[in-house]
């Protein structure tokens, strides 16, 4: 999984359009997937850190918690309904979200976007 994170954060460093979406999104969010946790530490619009946790000392202003399989079926080229979408996993009961949902709301493209990065071939319209 930290591989992939890493690729997610490589790949947002090549996209200026979601810098400038980004750009007043500096904070840190948590994504827990199967029980293991990941930091993403991001500072205006880029991922500055990676950090594994667990960490009882690192704060998060919201979560995006799900398990490995539904992950993985949200990041297919074209996702089953149901996984094409955060929200959508919270309705079928596949992830949760928690913490600021308002500040999530407000960088909510940013945010689903670069959840998207995952995805193992980008699907151009």
Known sequence: MI????QMQARLD?????????AVFSETVLLKVDGVEF??????GRVAR??????KKMPYRFAFVTDGDALRAFWTPFPAPGFHDIFAMVKIG????LGDILLLVKNLRFFKEFIALGRTEQVKA
């Not at 591989?3 to 890493?6: F, N, W």
């Not at 930091?39 to 205006?44: A, C, G, S």
Request: proline letters at 7%; aromatic letters at 6%.
């Open 39 to 44: 930091y993403l530490v991001f500072e205006k």
């Open 50 to 55: 990676i950090v594994e946790g667990p960490s």
């Open 94 to 97: 596949r992830a949760e979200i």
């Open 3 to 6: 591989e992939k994170l890493r």
């Open 14 to 22: 090549d996209l200026p359009h979601l810098h400038r979406i980004g």
